[in-house]
């Protein structure tokens, strides 16, 4: 057998910066004319020789080798991010491989880089105009790309001709269609200026640039408004230690998927659980729909992310087999169409969980009745669903598939098939963040707030299925206002309809409209600023079957809260745990919250009375302790 000779030259360990691996060194086989054909082989591919060059220094230690004049080699190319084996290996004359070189190979992930170029590359911009320039990634083009300077975020338009890039970046594709141009001009805002790029796989990078922007003005935006005012920090309390206990079966490889991204409240459920099993013992793997670098939401996730499309392919878990159990979060048709092949591929356990009646979402987003729907056959619905909804067949034939169901209410028990094994699942609150606050009076003051204003706060989204009783929320908050009590709404989430109308205009002036804050742990400060809390709405086929998000979270900040009768309502004592009404609409909210103030006594036993339910019934440990014997009962 042919003896092989070989080094290399490259700093060790291999550090490959921006995702591009280079190494050089040389290879030969005693006694053959021309050197082997060299590769680097690792678990995420293989790289060949791309460049070969004479090395006079290994024909003078090896004067007898004839290839040893012209053995020198470079390897250049890319590999995914990662810390990998990586072996050198060179091709025998058989045609089989053989390592000469074994040693470890970290690989950076690309770099973002971007530069503004218009109207400059550096200074101070004062007036309001397009920004233009280049955002580049080697590996894929960017998507989506925005403009972000103090509370401005401007999107882009992206993939414009860039000519004069590829000689820069040579090897890369896309450079030529790197350059992009703000779509709209800048409106009023103060601060260094940062480019946000999206790219095709989910990932999100921010560039920073020399530039800064101080446009005092726009249509929007009043000259009065000192955008340069310096911030007023709210309270801050430190995160509350949250202690796991071990669990008491054998640990388990679990799969969560979700029907859309870890920004959605379905996510808030699944994180609460997944970190505290992941926390006993288990091993805990979450799939979303779209968007993955939404899990930077979450504060310290102690699960895996990943995507449907990479759930798909099969999903390996650190012990080297796949999951035990796949939870479907629902029955809507990306889930389902994702979690019923990976079960049968993994012959794992299938539970789906259930949140809301499916049926009455679907009739009102499409605004048909169910029963129309129902009536309707496979082919027409397949067509007429979409991915993020149930479909009427086939979600009955999933919930008839699964080895067990959990639900968020008893009341969703009845779309359960007969002697199904099941579990009431009962939602919490983050208890490293929401707690008991007091009112930060001082920040009141500095907002302007004279000392009576009622304080609300509500967060989530409005869609089709809520938007009448946020409706009804504010009608309460001008109701208030109009007759002489002074009532500001905190709203943060987003629109998806529009559900004031003609209430728009008058009831603006008493809203304080945050937007929607990313991170859900940024939401206590604010909420602590709240006099009362209100879930708006009344019993009927929507509410009569959810159990909303924000409900654990309002009562674990000590605030009384205001509610109906219906779902968590029917648990609840009126005047003792809650404020509870029979209708939660505007009349009703406002006369709740008039007589609250006249009441102080009644103001401190509901505030008491919330904290004592919230830690008797509200808890991600005691929920996923009860999941994990559920699931060991499956299992077994």
Request: net charge positive; hydrophobic share 45%.
């Amino acid at each position: 057998m042919s003896r092989l000779h070989g080094e290399i030259e490259s700093p060790r360990p291999l550090h490959a910066r921006d995702g591009l691996v280079s190494v050089t060194g040389w290879c030969l086989l005693a006694g053959h004319a021309e050197p082997p054909a060299v590769r680097l082989a690792t678990s995420a591919g293989a790289l060949p020789l791309t460049a070969r060059h004479p090395r006079r220094d290994v024909a003078a230690q090896r004067p007898r080798e004839p290839a040893a004049a012209h053995c020198g080699f470079t390897i250049t190319g890319r590999l995914p991010a990662g810390v990998y084996e990586a072996r050198l290996e060179a091709c025998l004359p058989d045609g089989s491989w053989r390592c000469f070189r074994a040693l470890s190979l970290a690989v950076e992930p690309p770099h973002f880089r971007a530069g503004i170029e218009l109207p400059a590359a550096t200074g101070t911009i004062t007036r309001r105009l397009h920004v233009e320039g280049w955002a580049l990634r080697h590996d894929q083009p960017v998507q989506a790309l925005s403009v972000r300077y103090g509370h401005q975020e401007i999107s882009c338009v992206v993939g414009r001709r860039r000519p004069d890039l590829p000689a820069a970046h040579p090897g890369v594709a896309h450079a030529a269609r790197a350059g992009f141009k703000s779509r709209t001009i800048l409106s009023a805002g103060r601060g260094p200026v940062r480019l946000k790029a999206r790219f095709a796989d989910g990932s999100v990078e921010i560039a920073r640039s020399l530039l800064q922007v101080d446009v005092a003005t726009d249509e929007n935006h009043a000259a009065s408004l000192e955008l340069a005012a310096p911030r007023i920090p709210l309270p801050v309390a430190p995160l509350q230690p949250v202690f796991a206990q071990p669990i008491q079966t054998r640990p388990l490889n679990l799969l969560f998927i979700l029907p859309g991204s870890f920004a959605a409240n379905s996510a808030l459920h699944v994180a609460g659980l997944a970190n505290e099993l992941a926390a006993a013992g288990h091993r805990c793997a979450v799939a979303v729909a779209h968007d993955p670098s939404t899990l930077a939401h979450h504060l310290r996730p102690s699960f895996t992310a990943l995507t449907h499309a990479q759930a798909a392919a099969g999903v390996t878990f650190p012990d080297g087999r796949g999951p035990d159990v796949i939870h479907a979060w629902t029955t809507r048709e990306n889930v389902r169409r994702l979690a019923l092949p990976l079960a049968a591929r993994h012959q794992a356990r299938l539970v789906v969980h259930l949140e809301d009646n499916e049926q009455e979402i679907l009739a009102l987003t499409l605004r048909r009745s169910f029963a129309e729907l129902d009536a309707l056959d496979d082919a027409t619905l397949d067509a007429l669903v979409p991915p993020d909804l149930s479909h009427p067949h086939h979600s009955r034939a999933f919930l008839a598939a699964a080895t067990g169901v959990t639900h968020i209410t008893e009341r969703l028990a009845e779309f359960v098939p007969a002697a199904k094994s099941r579990l009431t699942l009962t939602p919490a609150a983050d208890a490293r963040c929401f707690f008991p606050r007091p009112v930060p009076r001082a920040f009141r003051r500095q907002l302007g707030l004279p000392p009576r204003t009622t304080v609300l706060f509500y967060h989530g989204n409005v869609h089709a299925a809520n938007a009448a009783e946020v409706r009804e929320l504010y009608a309460a908050v001008l109701q208030l206002n109009r007759a002489g009590s002074s009532t500001l709404l905190l709203r943060t989430g987003l629109d998806a309809v529009d559900f004031l109308g003609p209430l728009a205009g008058e009831v603006a002036p008493h809203v304080l409209s945050l937007g929607q804050i990313l991170h859900h742990h940024h939401l206590p400060p604010l909420m602590a600023l709240a006099d009362f809390f209100v879930q708006p709405g009344r019993a009927d086929a929507f509410n009569d079957y959810r159990f909303p998000s924000k409900l654990p979270e309002f009562f674990a900040l000590g605030r009384p809260v205001i509610l109906p009768r219906t779902n968590l309502g029917l648990q609840l004592r009126h005047g003792v745990d809650a404020y509870v009404l029979d209708q939660a609409g505007a009349a009703g909210i406002a006369a709740a919250i008039t007589e609250l103030w006249r009441d102080p006594a009644l103001r401190k036993r509901l505030g008491t009375g919330a904290t004592a339910f919230a830690a008797q019934h509200f808890s991600w440990r005691r929920s996923a302790e009860a999941l994990a014997s559920f699931y060991a009962g499956l299992t077994a």
